[in-house]
DNA sequence: GGCCTTGTTTAGATCGTTACAAGTATGCTT
DNA sequence: AAGCATACTTGTAACGATCTAAACAAGGCC
């Protein structure tokens, strides 16, 4: 057996240092490493051989810079500590790595500021396209201003500033918060309920407001009344859930069931509701938004709308690259489904 | 005010545009960019304007293959819908992002297949170093194959492979598992249990060999003897755990305390109790593992042992960092604090 | 005037790759 | 033997930045 003695190369392998081992062109060897059909069955053979030899390298930066392409793209993140936006994160970075592109991530912790550094050392590594959930209070045209107008540009979730989403120059992805609420709200309805509560979320949220107005829309559709004490305000977490609990039976008629903000907020519910000795998806029906993971092993299990995040950040990077491949569309503007699962926590309501 | 009408530019604006935007040679652009003290503060001013007049965007690709460098690190992860990777994954980009490093994220979802397409494809942007939370079931020489010699590596979290973390050539960062379970079991032992079982966890699982092994050796150091039923395994879910939670009273005598393999198993463990009539935290004391977010809210909150995910991966970043900056010092192994968080789950022993 | 100094600017080569146009064989016609 | 298509192969100039060494200008000194 020979001795394969590689030189002790100090510097990396190039195009070249192969082109010299096998005695051909550097222009060969390009051809080779691309799989082009021109190159002879022997001397692709000679220089595959070559390219293992020697543990080459293909360097893509120098490619790119060449083709004048690029093989990455960004991902700004809000809140990467979140498990929705973490499983945005490997969706999108699932479909991205399938179309042999890269993911250069950055996360603004729901900093603007931090976001419009993440963004403007991002766009220096001049990424195909963005995908952007913006941070909460971030300002149009300052995003626009660091992003420049040629990288196609992507924003999920929220919109941006003041703008409403759907008349953006930009392409935007959205969560269909209102139909989701709708669904929860029939659902309960279907059940028998008639005195249905709104439980949770801050009224300046966005994704908030749109999550009740679907709400009242199902209630006025089957004609069903919302008294006032029904929409209960709360920060969108279990602690603060639970502590407003009470407020849904403060007046007569109090509610048999409650459409939540969000999950969090729903097992915040049912945490405050057995503790005021009520059993939660026997004689109260609660429904959720998002699907958590949690949801699923809650005592009961929590009947709630599943956005599916991760075939969330699938659909945005398959927008972005639709995007990459027709730059001069106009701009797209997706809603995304949102689907009801149901489980224990949504029961009947007890018979009077 | 004079009209600063922008050229139609379709190109990406270069040195060379505002070189000859402003009547100076390419090098002085850069030089400006730099901020090179050489250049006169006049022309300084004017390119800077020239700069900002046609939207200038650094290059960095081609900057950085001229200068031989690189300013962006692969992060690798096993499974970014976990939140505990996730917050690593957050903590790592914050560390690289303010020494102006960008991250290339490349998620594996525990296949070592992927694991390999995914080191091959991110190799090839020549990251400064790679940052490796391995997936299950990896095998150390294709990935030096896939890494090669001249690209830092640090592994975290888990070895890779069969080999010993210790010894292996390449830097690692590790939890202290041993002493977090040690910490357990000595505050379970202060409290003035004797009766303390270990469960959770499977027992091939390297993570777990190493958390059983501190509670035997706290366990052993108190003289306390550990009887046959009181190491329970079960998956590491809430749900297996919770159907394992009888095993623990098989026989006479039963626990008073349990030391649990992370907090998934002691939040099923709770729940498993609960339906069995007991009252974890008054009258059977658990400790669990990782501090998840959910731990600080469950009924009763949980004691137990954070390991600060987030800090991990600035630490993580850090040790690469100081690798780049030293390619030939010997490599490093690190093992990260674990700290005790005790809250209610962890009460004093029944008198009996 | 010649020569050195200090401060500023620049031409030209270079990083590792690809595009382009042009080159060299080889075999097949006629 | 010339002509010509076919099948490869390659030299050279980019891509957009940086580096090096050299050039230039203005002033001071002898």
């Known amino acids: 057996m020979p001795m394969h003695s590689k030189p002790p190369t100090r510097r990396k392998v190039t195009l070249a240092d192969i082109a010299a081992g096998c005695d051909v062109s550097r222009a060969t060897v390009s051809l080779v490493l691309r799989g082009s059909p021109l190159v002879n069955k022997r001397t692709r053979a000679k220089v595959e051989a070559e390219l293992k030899r020697q543990g080459y390298v293909y360097n893509r930066a120098a490619a790119n810079l060449r083709r004048r392409t690029s093989s990455s793209i960004a991902l700004v993140i809000n809140d990467l500590g979140n498990p929705f936006f973490a499983e945005f994160a490997a969706g999108v970075d699932e479909a991205l790595g399938s179309a042999s592109y890269v993911t250069l991530l950055g996360n603004t912790g729901e900093s603007p500021e931090r976001q419009q550094a993440v963004l403007s050392s991002l766009i220096e590594h001049g990424p195909a396209g963005i995908i952007l959930s913006p941070a909460e209070g971030s300002d149009d045209a300052r995003v626009i201003a660091a992003v420049g ?27 269909d918060n209102e139909r989701g609420t709708h669904l929860a709200t029939e659902h309960l309805i279907a059940l028998g309920h008639k005195r249905i509560a709104f439980f949770g979320g801050h009224r300046d949220s966005s994704s908030c407001r749109q999550r009740r107005q679907g709400y009242l829309d199902a209630m006025k559709a089957a004609n069903l009344a919302v008294a006032p004490g029904w929409l209960v305000e ?3 977490t279990r602690l603060e859930a639970a502590r407003q609990a009470g407020a849904l039976f403060n007046r007569d ?15 915040g519910l049912m945490l405050g509701l057995t503790s005021r000795g009520r059993r939660p998806g026997e004689d109260f029906a609660i429904v959720g938004f998002d699907d958590i993971a949690e949801s699923s092993v809650s005592v009961p299990p929590l009947t709630t709308i599943a956005v599916d995040p991760r075939d969330r950040g699938r659909q945005a990077a398959e927008l972005v690259l639709a995007r990459i491949g027709h730059p001069d569309m106009e701009a797209t503007h997706t809603t995304a489904p949102v689907r009801l699962v149901v489980r224990d926590s949504s029961c009947r309501p007890a018979s009077p």
């Open 149 to 175: 107008r040629h990288t196609p540009l992507l924003v999920f979730n929220r919109s941006l500033g003041e703008a409403s989403a759907d008349d953006a120059p930009w392409d935007t992805l959205v969560l």
């Open 234 to 236: 709360s920060a969108p």
């Open 253 to 267: 008629p109090a509610p048999t069931a409650a459409v939540c903000y969000n999950d969090a907020v729903a097992l």
